[in-house]
Antibody, heavy 120, light 110 residues
Framework: EVQLVESGGGLVKPGGSLKLSCVASGFSLSYAWMTWVRQAPGKGLEWVGRIKRETDGGTADYAAPVKGRFTISRDDSQNTLFLIMNSLRTEDTAIYYC???????????WGQGTLVSVSS | QSALTQPRSVSGSPGQSVTISCTGSIINDGGYNYVSWYQQHPGKAPKLLIHGVSQRPSGVPDRFSGSKSGDTASLTISGLQAEDEADYFCCSYTGSYAYVFGPGTKVSVL
């Protein structure tokens, strides 16, 4: 059974940094393109970015609001996906979900999410 | 402001059919069929219902179907059931190595 477990969320001040992790089990992360999606409290889903599997280049693409501030990386040996967030803003406050897939075939499996709150 | 528009809410009685639209130029740009639909119950993670405009993953009831015409993709729920009351989001490739979600539609079962 595929399982994704996010962690690393918390309260951070504007301008601060945070690193989220997504541990995958039930499949080998090395075979998967992975995506981060966020959801601000009471709002809709927002695509954050995705990373290709290493055999497809391992590069990442980002949504305009986070480009240059967020970095998606992966450690396939640890079956773990990361989201490194710098220069955080209040509008980055959201639940952050990791999901399997790069988008073309949808996002099959989702974690339970981790809450990031950016506030002074 | 999302590049996709969805009705804020739709409603129907049990057994009826409802259709949710998802409109935007990116739906038809480039000839991509990278449109997917998600169901989200309160406090839960989203669930994939449809990908590739009309492909249903295994385990998703055939009451859920997807289609596309021009700049509009649609999700139809046939034989509406109480457990279908949830938020529904479309998602489309933008053509610029990124994806975007629609604002979401709340489905109410009367």
């Amino acid at each position: 059974e595929v399982q994704l477990v996010e962690s690393g969320g918390g309260l951070v001040k504007p301008g601060g940094s945070l690193k989220l992790s997504c541990v995958a089990s039930g499949f080998s992360l090395s075979y998967a393109w992975m995506t981060w999606v966020r959801q601000a409290p009471g709002k809709g889903l927002e695509w954050v970015g995705r990373i290709k599997r290493e055999t497809d280049g391992g590069t990442a693409d980002y949504a305009a609001p986070v480009k240059g501030r967020f970095t998606i990386s992966r450690d396939d040996s640890q079956n773990t996906l990361f989201l490194i967030m710098n220069s955080l803003r209040t509008e980055d406050t959201a639940i952050y979900y990791c999901a399997t897939g790069g988008g073309a075939n949808g996002y099959d499996d989702w974690g339970q999410g981790t809450l990031v709150s950016v506030s002074s | 402001q999302s590049a996709l528009t969805q009705p804020r809410s739709v409603s129907g009685s049990p057994g009826q059919s409802v259709t949710i639209s998802c409109t935007g130029s990116i739906i038809n740009d480039g000839g991509y069929n990278y449109v997917s639909w998600y169901q989200q119950h309160p406090g839960k993670a989203p669930k994939l219902l449809i990908h590739g405009v009309s492909q249903r993953p295994s385990g998703v009831p055939d009451r859920f179907s997807g289609s596309k015409s021009g700049d509009t993709a649609s999700l139809t729920i046939s034989g509406l059931q109480a457990e279908d009351e949830a938020d529904y989001f479309c998602c489309s490739y933008t053509g610029s190595y990124a994806y975007v979600f629609g604002p979401g539609t709340k489905v109410s079962v009367l």
